[in-house]
């Protein structure tokens, strides 16, 4: 844990109107540090370098902070490394996430994370997205850079309870032509927000989604 990345986590957070108390700094830096040190031997990010990963993976998925519901039961799905998951579980600690993933080695470091900072409210899960049980279970789901639109809600639909989220994060803005593919399969768009990260140059968006309240909408 390096005192002075805790210092600037606090700074970046704080640009982002966003309130991370020392402890939370202090872990999310011992996450990268595990990160780092995972990433050596089991190539878990392309993303190598330190500050690289503060901005672009820390940074980037503490940007949806003021979305993330209050004691939310909340997916992530294809989470990797625990992005966003695992950051946003260190943030809002009231709340609980399942952390998804079919590649072993991502699930073993994600259970060595729960370990280490003692994350009891994450859970990592081996299992492909398609084989999760349809079970109406979570409020929120959050996918990062992870599928087109049409497959992410056609993933999540089942998962999700009625009036629940998908948060999709993005690298560009999404087209018009999604309004109707979401409302085929029982989503609206609730909103399209341009993500400010510091540090970072490029463009982040995310879409808000909500599964419709009609238990019969296709």
Not at 40 to 48: D, E, G, Q, V
Not at 128 to 152: F, S, V
Not at 197 to 203: E, F, H, R, T
Request: hydrophobic share 45%; net charge neutral; aromatic share 4%.
């Amino acid at each position: 844990m390096n005192v002075q990345e805790v210092e600037v986590l606090q700074q970046a957070a704080a640009q982002m109107q966003l309130e991370l108390t020392r402890r939370q700094a202090e872990k999310l830096s011992e996450y990268l540090d595990l990160l780092q040190k995972w990433n050596r031997a089991y190539n878990l990010t392309a993303i190598r370098e330190r500050q690289a990963m503060r901005v672009q993976h820390v940074l980037d998925s503490l940007a949806i902070t003021p979305w993330i519901r209050p004691a939310a039961r909340a997916l992530d799905m294809g989470t990797g490394a625990g992005l966003p998951g695992v950051v946003l579980a260190i943030v809002r600690p009231e709340s609980h996430w399942t952390l998804v993933d079919a590649v072993g080695k991502k699930v073993r470091f994600l259970r060595q994370v729960r370990r280490e900072l003692a994350l009891e409210n994450i859970e990592p899960l081996q299992a492909r997205l398609e084989a999760l049980p349809e079970t109406p279970a979570y409020e929120q789901i959050t996918a990062r850079a992870l599928a087109d639109l049409d497959l992410l809600t056609r993933l999540a639909r089942p998962l999700l309870v009625p009036g629940g989220d998908l948060l999709a994060m993005k690298a560009r803005q999404e087209v018009g032509r999604d309004d109707i593919q979401c409302a085929s399969h029982g989503f609206t768009i609730e909103g399209r927000h341009a993500l400010q990260v510091p540090g970072l140059d490029a463009s982040r968006y995310l879409l808000h989604l909500q599964r419709c309240e009609q238990a019969g909408e296709n």
